[in-house]
């Protein structure tokens, strides 16, 4: 593949941030930081990629941040489901 070391650190980025979450499934706060973290490093991780292949534009930066606060919002929705 042509962008396997582009891609192994948002691996990296997401498989610790899953496993940071469910190890401390006993602290709300804990699990709260880690998937801002996360959600922040996916962010920093498409920028510096696009910015890489020099196709940074401003829509690019809005749809990132759109799915991490996806993704925050349904983690959110879990942690304090009932």
Do not use: C, N
């Not at 499934?25 to 709260?32: A, E, G, P, V």
């Not at 991780?45 to 991490?68: F, N, P, R």
């Amino acid at each position: 593949m042509k962008h396997t070391s582009h891609y192994l650190p948002l691996i990296g980025i997401f498989t610790f941030g899953f496993l940071v979450f469910w190890q401390f499934s006993f602290d709300r706060y804990l699990q709260i930081g880690t998937v801002l973290a996360t959600a922040l490093g996916y962010v920093i991780w498409g920028i510096v990629h696009h910015s890489l292949h020099k196709d940074l534009y401003l829509v690019v930066v809005i749809e990132y941040l759109a799915i991490a606060t996806l993704g925050v919002a349904a983690a959110l929705a879990v942690i304090f489901s009932p």
